[in-house]
């Protein structure tokens, strides 16, 4: 599938306990860049560049609701997170230690402003953040990000969307995942 939309990818090595199909992008999704706060110079070595070829594809469909927003680039706290203690089955392995999630800190527009979740989506915890009865943000670039949260949210494109309101570690961050074999949404 990754052949087939086009996506740029090479395989992560040496193999990951825990991630079915790590790889790393090679190009942009859609347009889009996706890297993490490292230094360019040190990313291409990072285990937080990595991710499953499955999450790659919910990615591109992010993208393309990113590129509809003008977004260029995307900043990442980690996707691949390498786990304390692997479970007996691996292949029972979920979120980062996965690569199954991407924790989004920022986005950056085409023309140059950034959208960062944890100045510009100020923490509620426990308020609701899409659809009728959610928690209004009055400035424009935290308008913009709910958006495209909770845009993500209507095309089903994770199954977990976590959002500052959810917790304070979730604070200055999106927690966007994937979850094989699941066919429930959540957002909060």
Known sequence: ?????????????????????????????????????????????????????????????????????????????????????????????????????????AVRKADGRWLAVGPHWPSDIGAKTCGEGAREHWSRAGREIVSIACEAADLGIFHFILTPHFDAAHADHLHLEIKPDTRWFLVN
């Open 1 to 105: 599938e990754l052949e087939r939309r086009g996506i740029a990818w090479t395989p992560a090595s040496p193999p990951l306990p825990g991630v079915r199909t790590p790889i790393r992008l090679a190009g942009p999704l859609r347009g889009v860049r996706i890297h993490s706060t490292l230094p360019e110079p040190e990313r291409k070595n990072s285990p937080f560049e990595i991710l499953d070829a499955r999450l790659a594809l919910a990615l591109d469909d992010f993208c393309a609701l990113l590129a509809r927003h003008d977004v260029v680039e995307i900043v990442h706290y980690t996707m691949y997170r390498p786990p304390g203690e692997l479970p007996p089955d691996l292949y029972k392995q979920i979120r980062h230690p996965a690569g199954l999630a991407i924790d989004l800190g």
